[in-house]
């Protein structure tokens, strides 16, 4: 119930903002687990992902943002959770696996950290590990342009990424985060 008021109230405030134009929901399956893969360029992605997605998201979030009372309530009732940055976080991993086994959406922002000049860094391996230790869909998605008031903002999901290539290498985490990665980019190529 909350996440949907916030959704409500945060999505008419970025309306007035941003011109946000949003291209295929439709490749979004409106069932089972789900992870949305993001490029990373403002602390604004994840209201903007969270807005224009058909499906209620929860994301991971860094530790310090949890660490202030306010904040952690807010973040926990968006659905959002904890991760240790720079270090493996067994627990955030649990987390993330047990709500996808649950048929949530979990959303990623593989880079872990802004771009600032917009350009797609290399991804960490977790989305990778998130993508083979669950049966759900992966979902590239490309935010497109500037967070300036006014401005025009793409936000496109991509089809889902079909690993079949990989499959017969047996790959990696970080390969698995790299096929991710070039999905994402090539969204931005396609449509910047």
Known sequence: MFYRFARFIVKVIFKIMFRIEVIGTENIPKKGPVIICSNHISNYDPPVVGITSPRSIDFMAKEELFEKKWLNVLLSNLNAFPVKRGMRDRN???????????????????????????????????????????????????IIGSYEKFSKLQVVYGRPIEFKTLEKEKPGAQEVTDEIMGNIKSLLDEHR
Do not use: Q
């Open 92 to 142: 955030a991993l649990r987390t993330g696996i047990e709500r996808l086994e649950k048929g949530h959406t979990l959303g990623l922002f593989p880079e872990g950290t802004r771009s600032k000049n917009g350009e797609v860094k290399k991804g960490l391996a977790g989305a990778g590990f998130f993508a083979m230790r669950s049966n759900a869909t992966v979902i590239p998605c490309a």
